[in-house]
């Protein structure tokens, strides 16, 4: 098989295969010689391992097995340390791009006093300011059910008073003995949420 499908197929896995296992680099390398590429990514050829790891310690960085299985191994020169960062860094862009958003649920009765609504709307708006979808449920018992309007009308009252941080997703609903709605945080405070993260993290990285 030709050299050049093996240096193809390295340089196409090699960030994947580093990533998912720790590499040999330097000395834990034991190969009687090895295919070379470069730190620019440039085809070398194929030297003897002293050879590779000397050409490595020349440019003061490591000697790393990226293809321990081709014929020879394909190693190749980079800073190890760098590479491991950057991997750090992207990794956790990556998880703060996916965009994780869970529905939580907040009870209410019909004949709530204010006191203990104004309690509920602030747990409320925690979860919206979190990114969190809010199933409002008010939950009737007895003769309670005979009034469903009493319920609608705190329902009503909560999507009034949170107008300006979310939108009624799902209208209110009767299900059973309880009446559900359905808030999510408004689109354009979610973007200037990420927008803020966004540049504290650019923000931490200038300070590291």
Do not use: W
């Amino acid at each position: 098989m030709p050299a050049g499908f093996f240096i193809a197929r390295a340089r196409k896995k090699e960030v994947g295969a580093i990533a998912a296992q720790e590499p040999r680099l330097n000395d834990e390398i034991n190969v009687r010689e090895c295919r070379l590429i470069d730190y620019d990514g440039n085809q070398m050829g194929v030297f003897s391992l002293e050879q590779a790891q000397g050409i490595a310690d020349a440019a003061g960085l490591d000697l790393v097995e990226i293809a321990p299985n081709a014929d020879p191994p394909v190693c190749r020169v980079m800073d190890y340390g760098k590479f491991k960062y950057d991997q750090a860094i992207k990794a956790k862009q990556a998880r703060k791009n996916q965009t994780k958003i869970e529905i939580k649920e907040m009870k209410f009765r019909p004949k709530i006093d204010i006191g203990d609504y104004t309690t509920k709307k602030k747990h409320v708006l925690r979860f919206l300011d979190a990114g969190n979808k809010v199933k409002i449920t008010i939950m009737f018992r007895g003769r309670e059910m005979a009034h469903p309007d009493q319920g609608l009308s705190i329902l009503e009252r909560l999507a009034d008073d949170l107008k300006d941080v979310a939108v009624i997703e799902n209208q209110p609903k009767m299900e059973g003995r309880n009446m559900h709605m359905l808030i999510a945080p408004l689109p354009q405070n979610m973007k200037k949420k990420k927008d803020a993260e966004k540049d504290q993290d650019k923000q931490e990285g200038k300070e590291d």
